[in-house]
């Protein structure tokens, strides 16, 4: 079992920033990939941006790259994402996700491929 608790969401303005935590306990095995999505009204969940347990490895979405950046601290067990230049469509909410290794890295774009979600943060840009 893992369980993941986010922190960090809020009302920010556009072209502001934030910084999303998300604290990760128990097995390691389902805590190798670590990412974020994220979810508007009406919209499908999408994928945002993930790190591998080693931290060498990352992997965004190619409309958060430049803006966001993932990082992970293993010995708090706890990834961020720092997300800067915010648009009022990057509202939505955030949801941390951790799972397994897998041999085909593209498995970490999807997330189906998650084991566990945390309950989601509401980020909300203003305009």
């Known amino acids: 079992q893992v369980q993941l608790i986010e922190s960090g969401g809020g009302l920010v303005q556009a072209g502001g920033s934030l910084r999303l935590s998300c604290a990760a306990s128990g097995v390691d095995y389902y805590i190798y990939i670590m990412g974020w999505f994220r979810q508007a009204p009406g919209k499908e969940r999408e994928f945002v941006a993930a790190i591998t347990r080693s931290g060498t490895s990352t992997y965004y979405a190619d409309s958060m790259k430049g803006r966001f950046t993932i990082s992970r601290e293993n010995a708090k067990n706890t990834v961020y994402l720092q997300m800067n230049s915010l648009k009022p469509e990057d509202t939505a909410v955030y949801y941390c996700?951790?799972?397994?290794?897998?041999?085909?890295?593209?498995?970490?774009?999807?997330?189906?491929?998650?084991?566990?979600w945390g309950q989601g943060t509401q980020v909300t840009v203003s305009s």
């Open positions: 996700a951790s799972g397994p290794s897998y041999y085909d890295s593209t498995y970490y774009y999807t997330p189906t491929k998650y084991t566990y």
